[in-house]
Structure formats: structure tokens, C-alpha cells
């Protein structure tokens, strides 16, 4: 494990940076991770709409949602989260939305 610091606080993350307790993030963490991941900030409604619902479906069941899922009931079509999130929205979405990589990311 690694630490690094974002907004001003130290946060553990794991070898591939996805935090090890999604309960330290906060909205300010994932404007400085967009910008490292080379997302287009500041970050618009969509992003946070689709953050937002990451955080949502990993609490309720313990994994982020992949990206079908997330073109279906997000609110977000697959093809605005390709836009927002480009090189794998569900990847790089759960990075910025502070929660582990979803099952089936590679």
C-alpha cells in the first residue's frame, strides 16, 4: 500500500491507486484525481452524477457497477460516459469516485 496525499490529506491507496477505504474521500479528492487522470476539470454535472451513483451502488453492494450498467441506470449513456471518462468509464470513475476498481475492470 501506498500513501499519498490529496486535498491536503494523507489517503491509502493500492498498488493500481484505487483507495483502500472509500470512506476518506471527499468531492475536493476527486477533482485533484480527474485532473491526474486527465479529466476534463472542473468536473460538470454528468461527472458528478456518474460519481456519485459509483459511490452509491458500491456501498449498497459492495462493488462498483460496470459500464453497461452504468449507461443503464445512471442516467449517463454509455456513450456521454465515454466522453466524460474517456479510456474506461467504470475504471476511471471509480478511481475519482474514491471506491476499488469494479469486478471485471482490467
Not at 39 to 58: C, F, G, N, S
Not at 74 to 93: D, I, M
Request: net charge neutral; aromatic share 8%.
Amino acid at each position: 500500500m501506498t500513501t499519498k496525499l490529496l486535498a491536503g490529506t494523507p489517503v491509502e491507496v493500492n498498488e493500481e491507486g484505487f483507495f483502500v477505504d472509500p470512506d476518506v474521500w471527499t468531492e475536493d479528492m476527486a477533482t485533484e484525481l480527474a485532473a491526474e487522470a486527465n479529466i476534463a476539470v472542473p468536473l460538470t454535472d454528468k461527472h458528478w452524477q456518474v460519481l456519485h451513483y459509483m459511490r452509491k451502488e458500491y456501498f449498497e453492494k459492495g462493488t462498483g457497477p460496470t459500464v453497461r450498467k452504468l449507461g443503464k441506470s445512471s442516467g449517463v449513456t454509455v456513450k456521454e460516459l465515454y466522453q466524460l471518462f474517456p479510456k474506461g468509464p467504470a475504471k476511471l470513475a471509480a478511481l475519482c469516485a474514491g471506491i476499488p476498481k469494479p469486478r471485471g475492470c482490467v
